[in-house]
T-cell receptor
Framework: AQSVTQPDIHITVSEGASLELRCNYSYGATPYLFWYVQSPGQGLQLLLKYFSGDTLVQGIKGFEAEFKRSQSSFNLRKPSVHWSDAAEYFCAVGARGGSYIPTFGRGTSLIVHP | EPEVTQTPSHQVTQMGQEVILRCVPISNHLYFYWYRQILGQKVEFLVSFYNNEISEKSEIFDDQFSVERPDGSNFTLKIRSTKLEDSAMYFC????????????FGSGTQLSVL
């Protein structure tokens, strides 16, 4: 079965600084990969997804993520963080050919200082 | 953008009581899901539902849990006899298609079992 590890429970950055949120997955083949964001009082919203092709994926709100097979990682990045990016970020992995149901990590809480 | 609606946003119940969590998926979606997140832990898959039956469920989804689509618009999760460890945020989600299609999530119901 697939699994996801988000090693950072909290990340604090200053507004305007760059951001990288880590995600490592465990799966025997190339997985489907997702990043979701949950703002306070909102549901989880899909930021971006990787199915195949270019390993650098662009998403909404200026986010991007890079699939690195050799490191089993799918880290989320943003060059300049805005205060409105403060939220909970979830990485998820889906299996090809088996259960398609995404498996989520526990989330990383992003705190943005002015 | 269309959204998934969950009610109530907070539910407090006594141990051993039955609770029903309600969700209204997006109207043209065919696949429905329940996830939960215990405080500080991963977002865990509970069950998926398609064509009026459960298509997949996790080991968490035991006989105490049931799902129903009673009227073609609502999608409910029932917990028959709540335990303290059922306290969690419960998320409903829906999607147009299966196989890693984008999931739309509701904002969740925070269930507190006392």
């Amino acid at each position: 079965a697939q699994s996801v590890t988000q090693p950072d429970i909290h990340i604090t950055v200053s507004e305007g600084a760059s951001l990288e949120l880590r995600c490592n997955y465990s799966y025997g083949a190339t997985p489907y990969l997702f990043w979701y964001v949950q703002s306070p009082g909102q549901g989880l919203q899909l930021l971006l997804k990787y199915f195949s092709g270019d390993t650098l994926v662009q998403g909404i709100k200026g986010f991007e993520a890079e699939f690195k097979r050799s490191q089993s990682s799918f880290n989320l990045r943003k060059p300049s963080v805005h205060w409105s990016d403060a939220a909970e970020y979830f990485c998820a992995v889906g299996a090809r050919g088996g259960s398609y149901i995404p498996t989520f990590g526990r989330g990383t809480s992003l705190i943005v200082h002015p | 953008e269309p959204e998934v609606t969950q009610t109530p946003s907070h539910q407090v119940t006594q141990m051993g009581q039955e609770v029903i969590l309600r969700c209204v998926p997006i109207s043209n979606h065919l696949y429905f899901y329940w996830y939960r997140q215990i405080l500080g832990q991963k977002v865990e898959f509970l069950v998926s539902f398609y064509n009026n039956e459960i298509s997949e469920k996790s080991e968490i989804f035991d006989d105490q849990f049931s799902v129903e689509r009673p009227d073609g618009s609502n999608f409910t999760l029932k917990i028959r006899s709540t335990k303290l460890e059922d306290s969690a945020m419960y998320f409903c989600a829906s999607s147009e298609a299966a196989f890693n299609e984008k999931l739309f999530f509701g904002s969740g119901t925070q269930l507190s079992v006392l």
